[in-house]
C-alpha cells in the first residue's frame, strides 16, 4: 500500500524510517519532509495544515493510510477533514479527531477529563483575564514553585514554573495579555509535583490498546536540567525507575481509565496517546496527554519496536489491534538532539553539514535540515538526533555520544549529560 506520513522533524523521520522497512509498504511519500526522510521515501512540499493539497496528493498517488506526526494538523481537524469527504473517508488516518485532539489542544479540557474520570493529577484552576483578581488569590493558596500553563497550543513554550510569587502573578497577567497570542486567553494554574518524569506512549483503535516503550527526555538547553526550555535535547528508554510493578500502576490508573474515559464520552479515538507522567514517590500522576507521539521520544521508542509498525496502523485504521501484540528490543536505546547555536533563543540556518559517511551503529534522525545545491544544511534548531542501541544505558550513549562529535557544522551544540539522573 502506499503510505503518507505528515510532518518534518525527527518524529515524521523516524516513523517514516520504520514504515520504509514494512513489507506491506509500496510508497511512502512524506509532507513536507526533511533532508532525512527522502532517504526513506519521497518528500512533496505540502504544508501540514494545507488540507486541499494533502487531499489532492492522496488521491493522486493511490495512498490508502495517512499518519499524523505533528499536534497542530489534528486540532485543526485533519481526520474530520477526510472523514466528511466521500473520496477520502475510507482512507484511515492514525491520528484522533478534533474533539479527541482537545486532549492537547487545550490544558483546561484535558484536567477537567482527569478530573471527571478520576486520573491522578495535580489540584488546578482555570483563569481568564476576566477573573484575574481570583487567579492571584489561587497562586496565595500554593506553595512555590508555581506552574503556570497557556492553555492552547504555544509551540511547547506554554508553560512556566515560577519560584516568586509577585514573578507568577506578573506572568499571569502578561500570559492573559496576550505573552502567547490566544494560546493564553486562558490560563491553567496548578500545584507543583515533586518528582521524577517520564512519558508512556499508547497506541490504541479506540476499543483496544497496546503500552509502547515509556521514555524520559530532557527538555532543558542547558546541562544538568539548567536554562531555557527546548522540544527536547535527548531521550532515554526504557526508564530504570519505570519497573513492573510501577507500569501495572500506570496501567490501572492511568491508561486503563484514560481509553474508557475517551470512550465513555463519546470520543472515537483512533492514533497514539502521549501521557506525561510524574513519579510521586512512587505514585503516577499526569502532567499533561499529547496526541501524538513525542519529539524526541519517538527517536528511542520507535527503534525499540521490533514488530511491523505499519501492520500495526492498519489494524487501529481497521479496529481489530486487539488482534495484533508488541515485541520489544530489550536493549537500551538514547537519542543525542544536536542543534543550532542559540537555540532556543535566535539561531542562524542555512549551515553547511558534514560527517555523515563517518557514522558507525547509530541511526540519524533529521529534525531540522534540508537539501540545497545536493548538500545537506541546517534549517532548524533543532538539527538532528542521534539515536544508539546498547545492552546498558552507558554502552547506547556512548555510541550516541561519539557519533554526535562526528557530526559537523558551525556553532552546534548538543548536551553531554543525557541521562545524567537516572542509574
Same mark, same amino acid.
Given at each position: 500500500m502506499n503510505v503518507l506520513v505528515i510532518g518534518s522533524g525527527g518524529r515524521e523521520h523516524t516513523l517514516s524510517w520504520k514504515i520504509a522497512q514494512s513489507q506491506?509498504?509500496?510508497?511512502?511519500?512524506i509532507a513536507p519532509g526533511n533532508a532525512g526522510t527522502d532517504s526513506v521515501g519521497t518528500n512533496v512540499n505540502i504544508a501540514v495544515d494545507d488540507f486541499e493539497g494533502i487531499k489532492k496528493l492522496v488521491?493522486?498517488? &493511490?495512498?490508502?493510510?495517512?499518519v499524523v506526526g505533528?499536534?497542530?494538523?489534528?486540532v485543526k481537524g485533519i481526520h474530520d477533514f477526510f472523514l466528511a469527504d466521500d473520496?477520502?473517508?475510507?482512507?484511515?488516518?492514525?491520528?484522533?479527531? @478534533? &474533539? =479527541?485532539?482537545?486532549?492537547? =489542544?487545550?490544558?483546561?479540557?484535558?484536567?477537567?477529563?482527569?478530573?471527571?474520570? *478520576?486520573?491522578?493529577?495535580?489540584?488546578?484552576?482555570?483563569?481568564?483575564?476576566e477573573n484575574i483578581?481570583?487567579?492571584?488569590?489561587? $497562586?496565595?493558596?500554593?506553595?512555590?514553585?508555581?506552574? $503556570?500553563?497557556?492553555?492552547?497550543?504555544?509551540? =511547547? @513554550?506554554?508553560?512556566?514554573?515560577? &519560584? &516568586?510569587?509577585?514573578?507568577a502573578k506578573d506572568e499571569l497577567r502578561n500570559m492573559l495579555e496576550g505573552k502567547f497570542g490566544n494560546a493564553s486567553s486562558k490560563v491553567v494554574i496548578e500545584e507543583f509535583l515533586a518528582g521524577i518524569e517520564l512519558s508512556v506512549f499508547v497506541l490504541t483503535d479506540g476499543k483496544d490498546y497496546l503500552i509502547l516503550p515509556e521514555a524520559k527526555d530532557y527538555k532543558r538547553i542547558g546541562e544538568g536540567d539548567t536554562g531555557l526550555n527546548t522540544g527536547g535535547m535527548g531521550a532515554i528508554s526504557p526508564v530504570p525507575f519505570a519497573d513492573d510493578a510501577f507500569m501495572q500502576k500506570v496501567?490501572?490508573?492511568?491508561?486503563?481509565?484514560?481509553? *474508557?474515559?475517551?470512550?465513555?464520552?463519546?470520543?472515537?479515538?483512533?492514533?497514539?496517546?502521549?501521557?506525561?507522567?510524574?513519579?510521586?514517590?512512587?505514585?503516577?500522576?499526569?502532567?499533561?496527554? *499529547?496526541?501524538?507521539?513525542?519529539?524526541?521520544?519517538?527517536?528511542?521508542?520507535?527503534?525499540?519496536?521490533?514488530?511491523?509498525?505499519?501492520?500495526?496502523?492498519?489494524?487501529?485504521?481497521?479496529g481489530n489491534l486487539a488482534a495484533k501484540t508488541l515485541e520489544v528490543d530489550e536493549r537500551f536505546a538514547t537519542t543525542v538532539m544536536l542543534v543550532s547555536g542559540g537555540y532556543p533563543e535566535a539561531y542562524e540556518k542555512g549551515k553547511p553539514m558534514a560527517g555523515f559517511d563517518k557514522i558507525r551503529n547509530a541511526l540519524l534522525f533529521h529534525a531540522g535540515t534540508k537539501i540545497e545545491n545536493r548538500k545537506i544544511v541546517t534549517?532548524?534548531?533543532?538539527?538532528?538526533?542521534?539515536?544508539?542501541?546498547?545492552?546498558t544505558?552507558?554502552?547506547?550513549?556512548?555510541?550516541?555520544?561519539?557519533?554526535?562529535?562526528?557530526?559537523?557544522?558551525?556553532?552546534?551544540?548538543?548536551? @553531554?549529560d543525557i541521562g545524567f539522573d537516572l542509574k
Open positions: 506491506l509498504c509500496s510508497k511512502l511519500f488521491l493522486d498517488e &493511490d495512498i490508502k493510510l495517512v505533528p499536534e497542530a494538523p489534528l473520496a477520502l473517508k475510507s482512507i484511515p488516518v492514525i491520528g484522533p479527531k @478534533k &474533539d =479527541g485532539a482537545e486532549l492537547e =489542544g487545550s490544558k483546561d479540557f484535558s484536567k477537567a477529563f482527569m478530573q471527571k474520570h *478520576n486520573i491522578p493529577t495535580a489540584a488546578y484552576q482555570t483563569f481568564t483575564a483578581e481570583e487567579g492571584y488569590a489561587f $497562586l496565595e493558596t500554593l506553595k512555590a514553585p508555581f506552574v $503556570l500553563k497557556a492553555d492552547g497550543l504555544a509551540a =511547547g @513554550k506554554g508553560v512556566l514554573i515560577l &519560584d &516568586d510569587i509577585q514573578e496501567k490501572e490508573s492511568v491508561v486503563e481509565p484514560t481509553i *474508557n474515559g475517551l470512550k465513555a464520552d463519546g470520543i472515537d479515538y483512533k492514533g497514539f496517546v502521549f501521557i506525561g507522567l510524574m513519579n510521586v514517590d512512587g505514585e503516577p500522576f499526569v502532567i499533561e496527554y *499529547n496526541v501524538r507521539m513525542g519529539d524526541p521520544e519517538t527517536e528511542v521508542v520507535i527503534p525499540r519496536i521490533k514488530s511491523d509498525l505499519l501492520e500495526l496502523f492498519v489494524a487501529v485504521g481497521e534549517s532548524g534548531g533543532r538539527v538532528i538526533a542521534v539515536s544508539a542501541l546498547g545492552n544505558m552507558k554502552d547506547a550513549l556512548q555510541i550516541s555520544f561519539e557519533n554526535a562529535e562526528t557530526i559537523t557544522y558551525d556553532k552546534k551544540y548538543y548536551r @553531554k
